[in-house]
Nanobody
Framework: QVHLVESGGGSVQPGGSLRLSCAAS????????MAWFRQAPGKEREGVAA???????IFADSVKGRFTISKDNAKNTLYLQMNSLKPEDTAMYYC?????????????????WGQGTQVTVSS
């Protein structure tokens, strides 16, 4: 199994920044695809950003230009740098991983999930 643990969430003011981390452990050698999803109250879980083993990335339109996704293979850690945060970014953020996906931003493609970390953006 692959275990994922998110951290770095918290409460910030609009325009602020946060960096989320996702520490992976277990059998991580084949997890070529990793992604961040988020779920706000009353909404479906949606893809935020994804990255593959070739460091190709994709972002949701709502976060393009504000968020970046990266990973440190030596540390088995995935990151989401969130800048210029808006109240609509408020959600529970989840880290996900898979050995193979066809659609990087489709939630049912991912096999492993973290417990989530809460991000709240408010004045």
């Amino acid at each position: 199994q692959v275990h994922l643990v998110e951290s770095g969430g918290g409460s910030v003011q609009p325009g602020g920044s946060l960096r989320l981390s996702c520490a992976a452990s277990g059998d991580t050698s084949g997890t070529a695809y990793m992604a961040w999803f988020r779920q706000a109250p009353g909404k479906e879980r949606e893809g935020v950003a994804a990255i593959d083993s070739d460091i190709r990335t994709i972002f949701a339109d709502s976060v393009k230009g504000r968020f970046t996704i990266s990973k440190d293979n030596a540390k088995n850690t995935l990151y989401l740098q969130m800048n210029s945060l808006k109240p609509e970014d408020t959600a529970m953020y989840y880290c996900a991983a898979a050995r193979w996906v066809r659609l990087l931003m489709r939630r049912d493609e991912y096999d492993y999930w973290g417990q989530g970390t809460q991000v709240t953006v408010s004045s």
